[in-house]
């Protein structure tokens, strides 16, 4: 017996505290794998369905090793909602169980702390443009006095970016110990609480800012748990990729100029430095202008309208605004030497150096040297302006994931309850390793211990359009199921699209002509408002895309339906897409059967997945899309999901809610 085990067995200290605890084989065997790995040390990659009680499963025998060894692990997830329960549930029930004087911390990028010797400069509220503003600074001001952390998400006032970005700590102009406000900086403080921490909670993001940085964002750890692990890809992606565009631009030349025009910054300094100052500037007038004119190349290249387009070498001669911000940022680190405060001298030599690295990124975004990375650009309409940004990004990560990651740290545990797919020779857990480069890794596989065969029902209806033959008469069914399926249930219904097109147009139908029916449209308010008002107007259908598909926890009575109204193919046209179905070409594979469709399984399984939350939750999942009944592949999307019964009709649903029991005369499906 491992002492995890003992803890999670009959009798065991979390059986006999966590009220209404029942032993999940899953969970057991879930804390061995985790044990095992954290031996060898392996990497583990591990599936556990909904209601396995991963977190526990693997917190326990990390925090037993971490205490034991004197080691620090790293636990990252993609949604908030996670980290919340990580830190306000599990771990504090954990310190109570465990008694072994583990600690643990939350680490969140440090933008997100204010920042107090800026603070001390920005504590004059006329500094800011409007009345609005001016009293958001007031109230800053004021929080600062009372604040133990100092963080903007402790705050319960609503605030303006630019309001707080005046206020928020910038890696590269923190003074470190040099700072006069060193021994009270939140920042610091918390970095000394992570310090000597054992388990420490972020989000992928900021891990993968500390993995490309060098590690110079998280204490070096050497442990490390990925849950939420279907997102890696994206998030990952991302970071390995590069940006450029006139907005980021804009605001750093307006930073730059901010810091020229300091009041009294030349006092004290040699009577030349004036000069040199409105020399800055000019410098900054005129990239401004060559910069206006680059990006606006844009309209040329790709024509006047929204839209996102890949683009060719030679499209944008960057050499053009590549000049102008190398001489800007070599003579800002000239000038920052001239300075008597030392505070203007660091913050000219961090503005010079975000000038290089905005031209590192310019030439290699423009210059689209790297074969292994797609580059396009995005240009929309903005209130402010248009917005023209353009992107590099690699069309395989798996190659950085080893190199940054896997040969980095072991143990490594991915978990996730969407982690196996389709994809031939890749099915299970295939495609995803293959995807993040994960090589020699222990498996483990582990079903939902719900009772999905009793308490779920899943309609396919007959007779709707292929969406790929006739998108109109298709959406027109969709609206007109959607419709019949509130009829009988009244509301509590989730429906999923994969588009905000078509979701607006359902949603425009549906109000047009039903004033009765509740719509909670996203977009028309924030997402955690949206859930808020569904959980509680129960005569609500909730409208979301991507993001309502996973990493929302509706348990109860509040949600006892999911329609899923197409299948979620990613779209073929975005340009990393793509790139990567492309590349899959040039190599002989099937980008059909490879990519796409082990990633749109993943993402039905997320949305399928967020119907049961609890033991004791029931309901209906509607698929309205006829291809998962008419295409050979639709079988790959059925066979993914637990079994649970399956109807064709309406009435089925009906008599499902009015009997609490299965219909009667429907068979399990195979
Ligand atoms: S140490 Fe850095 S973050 Fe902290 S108050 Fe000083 S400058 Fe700001």
Sequence with gaps: MSFSRDLFEEGGKIAGQLHGYEIRPQQLQMVEAVEQAITGPRNIIVEAGTGVGKSLAYLVPFIDWAVREDRKVVISTYTKALQNQLFVKDLPFLTRVLDIGFRYAMCMGSENYACLRKARKNSIPDLFETKKRKKQAENIIRWLSETE???????????????????????????????????????????????????????????????????????????????????????????????????????????????????????GCGSGLEEKIREAKEMVSELRAVSGKFFKRAEEVFGKRDQTARFDRGDFPHEDICGPLEELSSFLTGLSRDFADPDVCEVMKAYAERCGRFKESVEFVFGREDERYVY????????????????????????????????????????????????????????????????????????????????????????????????????????????????????????????????????????????????????DLPRYVLLDVFKKRHNSILMGTMTFWQGVDVPGSSLECVIITKLPFSVPSDPINAARIESMRERGLNPFYGYQLPQAVIMFKQGFGRLIRSHSDRGVVAVLDPRIRTRRYGKEFISAIPKCQQTDTLQDIKTFFQSGDMPRGDTPQS
């Design 376 to 523: 396009w650009a995005d240009i929309r309409t903005r209130k402010t302006g248009m917005s023209y940004s353009f992107h590099a990004a690699p069309v395989d990560i798996s190659g950085q994931m080893k190199t940054y990651l896997f040969e980095r740290i072991c143990p490594v545990v991915l978990t996730s309850a969407t982690l196996f797919s389709s994809g031939g020779d890749k099915a299970g857990f295939g495609f995803i390793k293959d995807r993040l480069g994960l090589e020699d890794c222990m498996e483990l596989h582990l079903d939902s211990p719900f009772d999905y065969a009793n308490n779920v029902l899943t309609y396919l209806p007959r007779g709707i359009a292929d969406p790929n033959r006739d998108f109109s008469v298709f959406r027109r069914q969709v609206r007109d199921d959607i419709i019949r399926i509130y009829d009988i249930m009244g509301g509590r219904i989730f429906a999923l699209f994969t588009s905000y097109e078509m979701l607006n147009a359902v949603a425009d139908d549906i109000s047009g002509s039903r004033e009765d029916i509740n719509i909670l449209r996203q977009g």
């Design 149 to 267: 952390t100092g963080l903007v998400t402790d705050m319960d006032f609503v605030l303006e970016k630019s309001v707080w970005n005046r206020f928020s700590r910038e890696s590269d102009l923190c003074r470190g110990r040099k700072c006069p406000h060193n021994e009270q900086c939140f920042y610091r403080k918390a970095r000394l609480k992570q310090s000597s921490s054992h388990i420490l909670i972020t989000n992928h993001s900021l891990l993968f800012t500390d993995i490309t940085s060098g590690g110079r964002v998280l204490p070096d750890f050497q442990g490390l748990v990925l849950d939420e692990a279907h997102t890696l890809e994206d998030v990952a992606t991302r970071h390995f990729g590069r940006d450029a565009g006139n907005v980021r631009l804009q605001y750093l030349l307006d930073g730059v100029d901010s810091a020229l025009g300091g009041k009294g910054i030349a006092e």
